[in-house]
């Protein structure tokens, strides 16, 4: 198992990445299935449609609902949901830390209560490695702490002491659950996490410690969380080169169509973000042309697809007319064909990524595109 650069362009990369459960060609956007399921009414088995590579899972969630000791009695993940490819769960440590007046954090780990019905849990390094190795998922990532934007400095240096204090624990429970009989995937991945607000020397000095561990992948977490785009683009930037160059790298919670192919411009491998299918719920729909709002009246006797450039199920078979009329109606399929369209535009624009790496107009392709797609039609 292992990551291949085939391509470069500048600082972006083409690669394929190696795992038990596939190879996940790069770069590469991960679609959002908290609970086990996208939000909207698509499983598992639509995911094929829709050109998805990984599906993303909340341990947070699934640790309190239904139980990640009853989804390793159904099999783990693949077998409880039904999908076949490449599974990454998220630590919980975002879903913990924005529970800001439940929590508190200590050296262990964090004493916090359920946002469902207040009870008191734990979750610490070890933990939540042994919450993913029940779920079973490819990718595990490891248990850190995200911190708020803005942050002071000295806070924000002490999370970051912590997080890697944290690392090395969660390495170590990792290799010790993996060697045990009755895992569930013995060749789990393990994914640090770069830390340091928006201070550019914690990022660095944070940086440089992970990487130390030689882990399979490396994200830059905390980014997103409220800080201007510029400093999301000046914190890639600055960490990019102590990033082991021989790794994929991962932006967690990223972003918009102009967001990621900036990050990818600027080296990074791997995205995820709730916004398509957030945005698609509530009738915001991302084209080639820019982004649609389906509840304006213009559309009511619309008898376009979606996106004339799009040949996903809902753009092949239903007008913007249907689609605002079944929003205005209040009907679920409303919201289920909007998120089919969202996800397979952000899974076809990262194929067209792909494919401009591959001939080397990647250039040309982030120059027309970049500002295009996050302006409104």
Request: glycine share 8%; aromatic share 10%.
């Amino acid at each position: 198992m292992a990551f291949k650069i085939h391509n470069t362009q500048g600082k972006a990369r083409r690669g394929s990445f190696s795992t038990i459960h596939g190879t996940i060609q790069t770069p590469a956007f991960m679609n959002v299935a908290t609970a086990g399921a996208i939000k909207g009414g698509l499983s598992a088995y639509d995911l094929a449609d829709i050109k998805c590579q990984v599906m993303l899972s909340n341990t947070y969630h699934l640790h309190l609902r239904p139980g990640d000791k009853l989804v390793s009695e159904m099999g783990g993940l693949h077998s409880f949901t039904g999908w076949k490819g490449p599974i990454l769960t998220d630590s919980g440590g975002f879903q913990v830390f924005s529970l800001s007046n439940m929590r508190r954090i200590k050296e262990e780990g964090v004493y916090f209560s359920s946002h469902i019905d207040g009870q008191k849990l734990f979750i610490g390094p070890e933990e939540s490695m042994q919450i993913q190795s029940n779920l079973g998922s490819t990718i595990a990532m490891a248990f850190d702490e995200c911190v708020e934007n803005p942050a002071t400095y000295d806070y924000a240096k002490k999370s970051c002491e912590r997080t890697v204090r944290w690392l090395y624990r969660c390495r170590d429970e990792l290799v010790l659950l993996n060697k045990k009989e009755k895992t569930i995937n013995p060749e789990q991945m393990l994914f640090g996490i770069n830390q340091g607000s928006t201070f550019e020397d914690l990022r660095i000095e944070n940086m440089k410690a992970i990487a130390e561990l030689e882990l399979d992948g490396y994200a830059i977490g905390g980014l997103a969380v409220g800080e201007s785009a510029y400093d999301m683009y000046r914190i890639i930037e600055a960490v990019e080169p102590f990033m082991p160059q021989d790794k994929p790298r991962y932006l967690m919670g990223v972003g918009t169509p102009g967001n990621i192919l900036e990050a990818v411009y600027r080296g990074v491998d791997i995205f995820d973000c709730v916004l398509p299918s957030r945005n698609a719920r509530h009738g915001h729909i991302f084209t080639w042309q820019g982004r649609r709002n389906m509840f304006n009246e213009k559309y009511a006797t619309d008898n376009l697809p979606l996106d004339p450039e799009c040949d996903c199920p809902t753009c092949r078979n239903h007008s913007r007319a249907y689609i605002r009329h079944l929003f205005k109606s209040g009907e679920m399929l409303a919201m289920r064909l909007c998120v089919i369209h969202n996800l397979y535009f952000y899974n076809t624009l990262l194929q067209h990524v792909r494919e401009s790496l591959d001939d080397r107009t990647f250039s040309s392709f982030h120059k027309k595109f970049t500002n295009i797609l996050d302006k409104r039609v």
